[in-house]
């Protein structure tokens, strides 16, 4: 492990081509499993160049593959480098890599969902939460459909500062597809605005770093993808637990062409429905003809609050969930049927 706050300028010896290392390992990307890989270094030294200042920064990168972006990484002075990576294939080729840079590549074969970042790097990096970010990086350009999870996952984690927070407020740069990388910056009024604007940006300081186009991968995905930087902020934009704020965004969006009253009514069961939707709008001080995609995040930080309110002086209503009342109401009715027709 390299030692922490020693200044190193660490260059790669020569090494084969990522070309020439996914031919001599056979590391075919596997279209199932949605493997897009970056050959270009200028790319991946952008990728790494616009993530931050990662001198002596212990990275965290995840799905590294064939080992494009780890290459860039390792020739920018971190102090660290610890990749996981799901696939055994790409585990000799990153071997590889990291016989040819002593001691500063962990190579972990494991699956970034359930990997534990908390014990991984020295405790002595950990800062308060107040503190400028740790020298704690997150990389990594995964499968869409690993990539959103994960931020999610992830948010989740700095809203309890556990995870890779547990080191402060870690910032991260991941890739994804160049839609979600739009909705996770949209702002009020505009068209991407959804469950994930809010959900990233009552957390983190977001931003969209650049674009790169599909053709820059092999083999070449469907759509674009956008390079994304989260900072997490200090101070949550909303003071509620992740759930709660969860389950108000994903009602106000289930209905997102209407008016944000007609998704808000259905955090209430039917029977007080009309009476709690109206006492939440008028708490939070929220016009009911909002559209969701209208609607700032000091609105959803109001609703939030007298969302909470009403829990605490209801402790059943957080449990609430109307599917459930739907699914009961759907079983009620059948059996009025089966009796009617003596089933
Ligand atoms: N980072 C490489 C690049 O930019 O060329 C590879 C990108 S490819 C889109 C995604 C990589 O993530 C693959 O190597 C894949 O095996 C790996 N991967 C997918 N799911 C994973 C998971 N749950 N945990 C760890 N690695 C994963």
Known sequence: MAASGKLSTFRLPPLPTIREII????????????QNFLLDSRLTDKI????????????YEVGPGPGG?????????????LVVEKDTRFIPGLQMLSDAAPGKLRVVHGDVLTFKLEKAF????????EDDPPKVHVIGNLPFSVSTPLIVKWLENISVKD??????RTQMTLTFQKEVAERLVATTGSKQRS??????QYLCNVKHLFTIPGQAFVPKPEVDVGVVHFTPLIQPRIEQPFKLVEKVVQNVFQFRRKYCHRGLAMLFPEAQRLESTGRLLQLADVDPTLRPTQLSLLHFKSLCDI??????EDPQLFAY???EELKQGKRKNQEKEDERYGL
């Open 163 to 168: 995870g890779p927070f547990a080191y402060g």
């Open 195 to 200: 469950r994930l604007s809010i959900m990233a």
């Open 321 to 323: 969930n109307f599917r």
């Open 48 to 59: 790494v160049r616009k993530a931050g200042n990662l001198t002596n920064t212990y990275v």
């Open 307 to 312: 969302y909470r309110r009403m829990c605490d």
């Open 23 to 34: 031919k001599l390992f056979r590391l075919q990307a596997m279209k199932q499993l949605s």
């Open 69 to 81: 972006i780890t290459r860039s990484l390792l020739n920018a002075n971190i102090a660290e480098l």
């Open 122 to 129: 020295p405790e002595s990096l950990k800062r308060n939460w």
